[in-house]
């Protein structure tokens, strides 16, 4: 069920639904602005109106005897846009069309209580950015700017309804046009001077974090071929007592450093993407992310203690065989009889001593 | 995209200006209604809608350079039927002399290849 409403075109009534009366309001009030110079104004706009009242008659020709939506926008598309010869002068409408914006908490998009939000509106700005220079400004004022914020969050009004949001963005409080504008973003709305330079600013150091992201999580995932492929090899058997880390405790190890590495660069990378395209994207679920954050975590554990482990093992191994540890070098050395063909034995000062060394 | 297409693209101002010329042109022979004048220039570049074509017949009115009078329709209210004045006659042919000064000029210039 619509609403209806009746308007009169040229003396002439019809009947048309909610949208489309707004519609024919605005094409004919934009009609009058741009005609506002024209002495003849009263009779074009009479003849505008007569040839909308003509079409929407057409329109309604197998007894339908309401116009719609669709119908009125077809006959003010094939009535075109009105223009005068003259070049109309853009400065005036655009602030007609604009009056100034007001500052509100704005919930919608809010971290907080909308404080931030409401100053990027207010200034047109990327609110990342200004949440940025506002987490700077706590740094850098000791903390002083908390205080700020919340005196701001119980002395600004909070913008929650239409009139209100349209106030802050300073749009004219229509309805429907606000509606329009909020669901299309404010990222997507033109940003003007200094915060568009800083939004594209912004966007071009988080499109190359996004890449640098990938490119360590593309990396990671080589490394960990490689790695892997090296353990089945047998490339990187150890000797004596830490043999009982060859084999699948590698692939094991090598696993859980990966995956707590790549988990964190990819999710990065998505995020520092979102904010390079200003963009809201595609939130993956809670469920993914979750189980992600487990994956995570306990890769993350397993990798931490096996390097705690093994390093323990490390540390006894080069204590009983005389051995040391070069941080430097990163290798971990000691003193053992050479085991048969392996290309790191080499002959010491000693003579018959030799020492091996493995890369740490 | 067509190489008439981008044509229509860039002249944009050409026909701007000549379209003045264009309805005047067409207006010249018989009294039209503006959907005559809208159906004729539809075939060509000229091809407008009312949004541009009220304004510029009102101008055009205001110079004195077409006329109109009512006329009953056989369907809904009554209608303008627009016609040349003298001097509108007089403003076409001066456009034709002019377009045609102009034609020759380039032709001079030898900018036809």
Not at chain 1, 97 to 111: H, N, Q, S, W
Not at chain 1, 169 to 183: D, F, L, M, S, T
Not at chain 1, 260 to 271: D, E, G, M, P, T
Not at chain 1, 273 to 285: H, L
């Given at each position: 069920?619509?609403?209806v409403?009746?308007?009169?075109?040229?003396?002439?009534?019809?009947?048309?639904d909610?949208?489309?009366?707004?519609?024919?309001?605005?094409?004919?009030?934009?009609?009058k602005?741009?005609?506002?110079?024209?002495?003849?104004?009263a009779?074009?706009?009479?003849?505008?109106?007569?040839?909308?009242?003509?079409k929407?008659?057409?329109a309604l020709?197998?007894?339908k005897?309401?116009v719609?939506e669709s119908?009125?926008?077809n006959v003010l598309?094939?009535?075109?846009p009105?223009?005068?010869?003259?070049?109309?002068?853009?400065?005036?409408?655009?602030?007609e069309?604009?009056?100034?914006?007001?500052?509100?908490?704005?919930?919608?998009?809010?971290?907080l209580?909308?404080?931030?939000?409401?100053?990027?509106?207010?200034?047109?700005?990327?609110?990342?950015?200004?949440?940025?220079?506002?987490?700077?400004?706590?740094?850098?004022t000791?903390?002083?700017?908390?205080i700020?914020y919340?005196?701001?969050?119980?002395v600004?009004?909070?913008?929650?309804?239409?009139?209100?949001?349209?106030?802050?963005?300073?749009?004219?409080?229509?309805?429907?046009?606000?509606?329009?504008?909020?669901?299309?973003?404010?990222?997507?709305q033109?940003?003007?001077?200094?915060?568009?330079?800083?939004?594209?600013?912004?966007?071009?150091?988080?499109?190359?974090?996004?890449?640098?992201?990938?490119?360590?999580?593309?990396?990671?995932?080589?490394?960990?071929?490689?790695?892997?492929?090296a353990?089945a090899?047998?490339?990187?058997?150890?000797?004596?007592?830490?043999?009982?880390?060859n084999g699948?405790?590698?692939?094991?190890?090598?696993?859980?450093?990966?995956l707590?590495?790549?988990?964190?660069?990819?999710?990065?990378?998505?995020?520092f993407?979102?904010?390079?395209?200003?963009?809201?994207?595609?939130?993956?679920?809670d469920?993914?992310?979750?189980?992600?954050?487990?994956?995570?975590?306990?890769?993350?554990?397993?990798?931490?203690?096996?390097?705690?482990?093994?390093?323990?093992d490390?540390?006894?191994?080069?204590?009983r065989?005389?051995?040391?540890i070069?941080?430097e070098?990163?290798h971990?050395?000691?003193?053992?009889?050479?085991?048969?063909?392996?290309?790191?034995?080499?002959e010491?000062?000693d003579?018959?001593?030799?020492?091996?060394?493995?890369?740490? | 995209?067509?190489?008439?297409?981008?044509?229509?693209?860039?002249?944009?101002?050409?026909?701007?200006?000549?379209?003045e010329f264009?309805?005047?042109?067409?207006?010249?022979?018989?009294?039209?209604?503006?959907?005559?004048?809208?159906?004729?220039l539809?075939?060509?570049p000229?091809?407008?809608?009312?949004?541009?074509?009220?304004?510029?017949?009102?101008?055009?009115?205001?110079e004195?350079?077409?006329?109109?009078?009512?006329?009953?329709?056989?369907?809904?209210?009554?209608r303008?039927?627009?016609?040349?004045?003298?001097?509108?006659?007089t403003?076409?042919?001066?456009l034709?002399?002019?377009?045609?000064?102009?034609y020759?000029?380039l032709?001079l210039?030898?900018?036809?290849?």
């Open positions: 069920m619509k609403k409403t009746t308007i009169s075109l040229a003396g002439r009534a019809y009947q048309v909610e949208p489309a009366y707004t519609a024919v309001h605005s094409y004919l009030e934009k009609a602005a741009t005609l506002a110079n024209d002495p003849d104004t009779e074009i706009m009479a003849d505008l109106e007569q040839s909308i009242g003509d929407c008659a057409a020709a197998n007894g005897t309401v719609s119908e009125m926008k598309e094939a009535l075109g009105v223009e005068t010869g003259e070049e109309t002068t853009p400065v005036d409408t655009a602030s069309e604009r009056p100034t914006r007001k500052l509100f908490r704005i919930k919608d998009g809010a971290m209580a909308g404080v931030c939000k409401g100053f990027a509106v207010y200034f047109n700005m990327d609110v990342t950015i200004l949440r940025l220079l506002f987490v700077l400004s706590v740094f850098i000791h903390g002083a700017m908390v700020v919340i005196v701001l969050a119980f600004l009004p909070k913008a929650d309804d239409t009139e209100k949001i349209a106030a802050a963005y300073g749009y004219e409080a229509n309805a429907q046009e606000v509606a329009e504008r909020v669901r299309q973003r404010v990222s997507s033109a940003l003007d001077g200094v915060g568009r330079g800083l939004t594209t600013l912004w966007r071009v150091l988080m499109k190359i974090a996004s890449l640098v992201a990938i490119a360590v999580s593309v990396v990671a995932t080589i490394g960990y071929g490689v790695g892997l492929w353990i090899l047998g490339r990187t058997n150890f000797v004596g007592s830490l043999s009982q880390y699948w405790p590698q692939g094991l190890a090598i696993t859980a450093a990966y707590s590495i790549f988990i964190v660069f990819v999710l990065f990378a998505r995020v993407d979102r904010w390079s395209s200003g963009r809201k994207g595609t939130r993956i679920s469920a993914t992310e979750l189980s992600l954050l487990a994956v995570w975590v306990v890769s993350l554990v397993f990798a931490i203690s096996l390097v705690m482990f093994v390093g323990a490390f540390r006894d191994y080069a204590n065989h005389n051995g040391y070069d941080f070098k990163g971990i050395c000691v003193t053992e009889i050479c085991w048969a063909e392996s290309d790191t034995c080499a010491t000062t003579g018959d001593r030799v020492k091996e060394c493995y890369q740490m | 995209m067509l190489e008439s297409e981008k044509i229509d693209d860039n002249f944009t101002g050409l026909r701007k200006g000549l379209l264009a309805v005047l042109s067409t207006i010249s022979n018989s009294k039209v209604y503006v959907a005559d004048v809208l159906g004729r539809s075939k060509t000229f091809a407008t809608s009312e949004g541009t074509l009220y304004p510029l017949l009102s101008r055009l009115k205001r004195a350079y077409v006329t109109y009078e009512w006329a009953e329709s056989e369907m809904g209210p009554p303008k039927y627009y016609s040349l004045t003298s001097q509108g006659k403003r076409l042919r001066q034709h002399e002019y377009w045609h000064e102009l020759k000029s032709e210039l030898g900018g036809k290849q």
